[in-house]
């Protein structure tokens, strides 16, 4: 008998033999605790600490119930739930660093640079690509600023090809993505974090270029 089955075993007893018995089969019980509370962490993000201390009161209670041999059949169910909770928020509600990227992302021209980390996609006259930001620079007088987290870059085909591997220098307004609100819609913004890009940028005609190449392929 697996060892969730003393969690169990009161409900088992209360409902008799006929039903099936979840000592065998948790998962029936425990799933979709955890799917209802992925879905929480979607819709109510930013709650982290209270479902860490909640989290922790409750493996408190469950390891004396255990310790006493009692069952426990709600405490079980809300770990489950606060873990799928807290699944989503390194996404959803992620802590970062004061030199993150997003941090910038106020719609200002910025020059940057980094490198480009995947092969750039075609989007009619336009290139898509993913770059992780190595240092922003406001104007040609200040001093660098290293800078760390990636970007989606977009830019015009007549600016020429990058590939992956590329350290790039580019100027251009670094804005949050965003998506459009509206009821039932598609939450973009909420889709490219789950890809960790929270920034996008548009580089500005004849600014792009290629500072050191990547290495040819071998």
Same mark, same amino acid.
């Given at each position: 008998m697996?060892?969730s089955?003393?969690?169990? #075993?009161a409900?088992?007893?209360? $409902?008799?033999s006929? !039903? =099936?018995d979840?000592?065998h089969r948790?998962?029936?019980?425990?799933v979709?605790?955890?799917?209802l509370g992925m879905?929480s *962490?979607?819709a109510?993000?930013?709650?982290r600490r209270?479902?860490? &201390?909640? #989290? !922790?009161l409750a493996l408190?209670?469950?390891?004396?119930?255990?310790y006493?041999?009692?069952?426990a059949?709600?405490?079980p169910?809300?770990?489950?739930?606060?873990?799928?909770?807290l699944m989503?928020?390194p996404?959803?509600?992620?802590?970062?660093? /004061?030199?993150?990227v997003a941090?910038?992302?106020? *719609? +200002? =021209?910025w020059k940057v640079?980094g490198?480009v980390?995947e092969?750039?996609? #075609? +989007?009619g006259?336009?290139y898509r690509? %993913?770059v992780a930001v190595?240092a922003l620079?406001?104007s040609?007088?200040?001093? /660098?600023r290293? =800078? +760390?987290?990636?970007?989606?870059?977009?830019? &015009?085909?007549?600016q020429?090809?990058? $590939?992956?591997?590329d350290?790039?220098r580019f100027?251009?307004?670094l %804005? $949050?993505?965003? !998506?459009?609100?509206?009821p039932?819609?598609?939450?973009? &913004? %909420?889709?490219m974090a789950?890809?960790g890009?929270?920034?996008s940028a548009?580089a $500005? %005609? +004849?600014?792009?270029?290629? =500072?050191s190449p990547a290495?040819?392929p071998?």
């Amino acid at each position: 008998m697996p060892a969730s089955a003393p969690l169990f #075993s009161a409900w088992y007893a209360r $409902r008799g033999s006929d !039903s =099936v018995d979840p000592c065998h089969r948790p998962l029936l019980a425990l799933v979709p605790a955890l799917a209802l509370g992925m879905a929480s *962490g979607a819709a109510w993000p930013g709650y982290r600490r209270l479902g860490l &201390a909640l #989290s !922790s009161l409750a493996l408190l209670w469950l390891a004396v119930r255990l310790y006493r041999r009692r069952a426990a059949i709600i405490v079980p169910l809300l770990l489950w739930f606060l873990l799928g909770y807290l699944m989503l928020q390194p996404w959803l509600d992620p802590r970062l660093p /004061a030199a993150y990227v997003a941090a910038y992302a106020d *719609g +200002q =021209v910025w020059k940057v640079e980094g490198r480009v980390v995947e092969k750039p996609r #075609s +989007q009619g006259n336009r290139y898509r690509v %993913r770059v992780a930001v190595k240092a922003l620079q406001k104007s040609a007088t200040e001093v /660098a600023r290293p =800078v +760390q987290g990636d970007l989606r870059l977009t830019w &015009a085909a007549e600016q020429g090809r990058l $590939r992956r591997g590329d350290r790039i220098r580019f100027r251009g307004r670094l %804005r $949050r993505m965003r !998506s459009f609100h509206n009821p039932g819609g598609f939450d973009y &913004a %909420r889709y490219m974090a789950f890809k960790g890009l929270m920034v996008s940028a548009y580089a $500005r %005609r +004849q600014t792009l270029e290629v =500072v050191s190449p990547a290495a040819p392929p071998t």
